[in-house]
Every structure is written in C-alpha cells, then in structure tokens.
T-cell receptor, first 113, second 112 residues
C-alpha cells in the first residue's frame, strides 16, 4: 500500500526566505509523485509532478522538488518566499499501474512580512 | 477552456434531506473522483469512477451515492444517512496514468 507523510502541518517563513516543505512517501513500486497547492475556498492546483527521468522537477511559481529514492522523499522548495505563496500544500503519490492518487494531510504555509 | 465545473459553490442542507452536488468536465477524462475535505484532515476519497457506468467506493463512502451515466458527469448525492455532512467537497478528473488530477473549485456544504 502507498502512503504519504508530510512533516509539519504548519510552516511559517519570512518573505524572501527559503521555503522547504517536507514529504516522505511509501511505495512498493516506482512512484509517481505530485505537489498540489490550495488557496482558501478553492480547488487544488498542480504545482509539479515526477513520473520518470530527471529527479529534479521544476514547477509553477518558482517551486521545485527533488525525488530522492534512497530517502523516499520528495521535498518542495522555493528559494525566496513571496506573500502570495501563503496557501495549503499537498504532497501526493500514485501507483504507476493505476491512476488513483493518495494525498498527504497537507502543510499550511504562512509568510511573515 | 477545458476544465471541471462544480455547482453550486455553497449549499445548505436541512436535517433529513438528500442533496446532490454536480460535477461536470469537458476534458474528455475517463476517471472522476469525489473527495471530502475537513479542516486538518486533508482529502478523503468518497467514490471514484474509471469508466462510464462503473464506480467504486473510496475510504468514506457510507452515506453517499454516485452515478456515472455520462463520461462528462459524476454527481454526488449526500443522503440523510450521512450524519456529519458539513464539509468542503472536491471533484477531480484524470486521464493518462500518472498525469495527475484536475480539480474543480469545490462545493461547501453546510447543515442548517
């Protein structure tokens, strides 16, 4: 069975500081990995995804994530936080043989002026 | 533009009532999903359908029902058997394996 663990339900950083949101996964097969962002009272929007190939994945809004198989991690980073990055972020994993996606419990990102 | 439309955005239900949440997509996606979102609990899968006229229960199907008569549509009915229906409901769709989901903007259901 697949699972996702997001470390930290709430992360607060200063504007201009590095953003690091942690995600570890469990999968018995090569995983497909995703990061989604959710703004208040809205649906989820895909930030980036890893399927195969290059382990450093670049997404929208300056975010990127690195797939590390040895650490079973897929942490999300952004070099410099902006106030507009304040939102809830979800890490997710999918079995390569099926389309159903398992979501983590989410991390709320706050940005301090 | 292609996308998923959920309606209504806000819905109020009286005790004992059944209500139906609409989800329509024009992305030609085969699979569709319904999630429930409660504060601090992430997304929980209610039902999903990978093909027309077929659907499977997710993790929290009790008190809910769905139909998939058309590829574009996957309505969710919240029945009176669902004792705590107040939540934010999200519909999603996907096509090619590994491509990720496209989400609708959600319906917020409140029991009054």
């Amino acid at each position: 069975a697949q699972s996702v663990t997001q470390l930290g339900s709430h992360v607060s950083v200063s504007e201009g500081a590095l953003v690091l949101l942690r995600c570890n996964y469990s999968s018995s097969v090569p995983p497909y990995l995703f990061w989604y962002v959710q703004y208040p009272n809205q649906g989820l929007q895909l930030l980036l995804k890893y399927t195969t190939g290059a382990t450093l994945v670049k997404g929208i809004n300056g975010f990127e994530a690195e797939f590390k198989k040895s650490e079973t991690s897929f942490h999300l980073t952004k070099p410099s936080a902006h106030m507009s990055d304040a939102a809830e972020y979800f890490c997710a994993v999918s079995d390569s043989s099926a389309s159903k996606i398992i979501f983590g419990s989410g991390t709320r990102l706050s940005i301090r002026p | 533009d292609g996308g998923i439309t959920q309606s209504p955005k806000y819905l109020f239900r009286k005790e004992g009532q059944n209500v139906t949440l609409s989800c329509e997509q024009n992305l030609n996606h085969d699979a569709m999903y319904w999630y429930r979102q409660d504060p601090g609990q992430g997304l929980r899968l209610i039902y999903y359908s990978q093909i027309v006229n077929d659907f499977q229960k997710g993790d929290i199907a009790e008190g809910y029902s769905v139909s998939r008569e058309k590829k574009e549509s996957f309505p969710l009915t919240v029945t009176s058997a669902q004792k705590n229906p107040t939540a934010f409901y999200l519909c999603a769709s996907s096509s090619i394996e590994g491509s990720g989901y496209t989400f609708g903007s959600g319906t917020r259901l409140t029991v009054v």
